[in-house]
Every structure is written in structure tokens, then in C-alpha cells.
């Protein structure tokens, strides 16, 4: 599924949606340049969780927590993970097949640790169509229509 967005507002309420949606053991896949907006889109997803709490990158821990919400987030970034077995340490396992929902910024970097049922969301950047839009290209979630709706 496409989804075009054309303002911050708008890719926040699309992760908005997805977060109303979202079951616990899932795991979400956030992929894109920087600045794409995938921590802007992470907000939206942890609005939907009912999550009140300021989210933010977790660039320097990899791991956020956020469980005051209908059901925990995990909150990943993992753009300094160097190798993938840093993962083990952190005790990957453990969040991505927990009792939350799992959220994961730059996942292609650990990519053979990422379960196959995953759902993978591309945020892409198209300055012609302007510096707001962005194309959020979702594999792997079928819950949703078109216009961001739960169906």
C-alpha cells in the first residue's frame, strides 16, 4: 500500500492510525533518508497506543520504552549499531516477541534479525512534489485503507 502525504500533520496522523491498529508482537520496520520523518511518524504511532509521553530518538540508547500506553512500545534506533550482534546484548529478543509492539528506525541495518511477518514502512522524500510530501510505501500490514482508515 501508498500512502502520499503532504505535511508533518498528515504523516502523523497516518502513524497515528497504524498505532490505533497496532496488536501486541508486532513489529514495524521504519526505512528512509534522514529527515524523512520517521520519528515524526513514530509520534503518531504512539498517539495511537494512547502513549502520552514525549517520544523522541532513542539514538543513543537504541531501545525507548514507552508502556504507560495501551499496550508497551518498543522503540528502537539502531543507526549506530555497528553489527547486528550488537542486538544480543541489548536482549533483542526479548521486545521484538514481548508483550508490546515493536518499532524499529533504520531495521535495514539489522535485517537478518527481523522477523518475516514484519511490516515494513518506506518513507521516502520527492522535492518535486514539494519538501512536505512524502510517499509511505507500507509491505506486510493490510488493515488499512487508503485514506489511513482501520478497515
Known sequence: MIFETMSEKETLELGRQLGRGAKAGQVFCLDGDLGVGKTVFTQGFAEGLNIEESVNSP??????????GRIPLYHFDVYRIGDPEEMYEIGYEEYFFG?????IEWSKLIDELIP????????????EKGLDYRRITL?????????GENI
Open 139 to 147: 509491505n506486510g500490514y493490510e488493515n488499512i485503507d487508503n485514506t
Open 59 to 68: 539514538t543513543f540508547t537504541i531501545v525507548q520504552i514507552y508502556d504507560e
Open 116 to 127: 518475516k511477518e514484519a511490516v515494513k514502512v518506506i518513507i521516502e522524500k520527492d522535492l
Open 99 to 103: 508483550e508490546g509492539v515493536c518499532l
